[in-house]
């Protein structure tokens, strides 16, 4: 199973980006799929989650911002709106065939991370 991960880059702050991963590999679909992110000298966080019914969970600090969406089996997106500063990291997409909330959750497959860079 292969994780690839697009998008990111650079952008002003308040602009918006799009990330999507790509599953491969697999005749089955992942129950969960999800977008982590860690900046420098941070721990890896959960940034949404999505379930193959379509149930989304966000992160608090990109709830109203963020759009997780499942586009096709197993592909994922990102869409992000309104960035911040703050929202600069490297970010991974994971996939799962466990349902899982993602949270201290290391398991699965991971994508390769992408960057994003929110100047001000």
Same mark, same amino acid.
């Given at each position: 199973?292969?994780?690839?991960?697009?998008?990111?880059?650079? =952008?002003?702050?308040?602009?918006?980006?799009?990330l999507?991963?790509?599953? /491969?590999g697999?005749?089955?679909?992942?129950?969960?799929?999800?977008?982590?992110?860690q900046?420098?000298?941070?721990?890896?966080?959960?940034?949404?989650?999505?379930?193959?019914?379509?149930?989304?969970?966000?992160? $608090?600090? =990109?709830k109203?911002?963020? $759009?997780?969406s499942? !586009?096709?089996?197993?592909? =994922?997106?990102?869409?992000?709106? /309104?960035?911040?500063?703050? !929202?600069?990291? =490297?970010?991974?997409?994971?996939?799962?065939?466990?349902?899982? /909330?993602?949270?201290g !959750?290391?398991?699965?497959y991971w994508g390769?991370?992408?960057?994003?860079?929110?100047?001000?």
């Amino acid at each position: 199973v292969q994780l690839q991960a697009f998008g990111g880059g650079l =952008v002003q702050a308040g602009g918006s980006l799009r990330l999507s991963c790509v599953g /491969s590999g697999t005749i089955f679909t992942f129950n969960t799929m999800a977008w982590y992110r860690q900046a420098p000298g941070k721990q890896r966080e959960l940034v949404a989650t999505i379930t193959s019914g379509g149930t989304t969970n966000y992160a $608090d600090s =990109v709830k109203g911002r963020f $759009d997780i969406s499942r !586009d096709a089996r197993n592909t =994922v997106s990102l869409q992000m709106n /309104s960035l911040k500063v703050e !929202d600069s990291a =490297v970010y991974y997409c994971n996939a799962r065939f466990y349902s899982s /909330s993602g949270i201290g !959750d290391r398991g699965g497959y991971w994508g390769q991370g992408t960057q994003v860079t929110v100047s001000s």
